[in-house]
C-alpha cells in the first residue's frame, strides 16, 4: 500500500486502479483520488522530487 507523506495511506475514492493498457487522460490516479479537480483529469502532472522519494501530484498537500 502506497503511505503519503503523513506515513498514512492516501485516501481514495474506492474506484479501482487504472488499466496500464488503457490509461485516462491527466492523472492515472485522478478517478480514485479524493483530492482529484478538473485540472487532474486534463493534465498529467509532472515528476516532482521530495528527500529520497518522487511523486506526481497537482495538489501534493492535499493528498497527504
Given amino acids: 500500500v ?3 507523506r503523513g506515513g498514512h495511506p492516501p485516501p481514495t475514492t474506492g474506484a479501482p486502479p ?4 488503457a490509461l485516462p487522460p491527466g492523472c ?3 478517478p480514485r483520488c479524493a483530492s ?9 502532472p509532472p515528476l516532482a522530487r ?5 511523486y506526481a501530484c497537482w495538489f501534493p ?3 497527504a
Fill in 2 to 4: 502506497a503511505q503519503a
Fill in 50 to 54: 521530495d528527500g529520497g522519494g518522487a
Fill in 36 to 44: 482529484a479537480s478538473a485540472r487532474c483529469t486534463a493534465e498529467v
Fill in 61 to 63: 498537500r492535499l493528498a
Fill in 18 to 21: 487504472p488499466d496500464l493498457a
Fill in 28 to 30: 492515472a490516479f485522478a
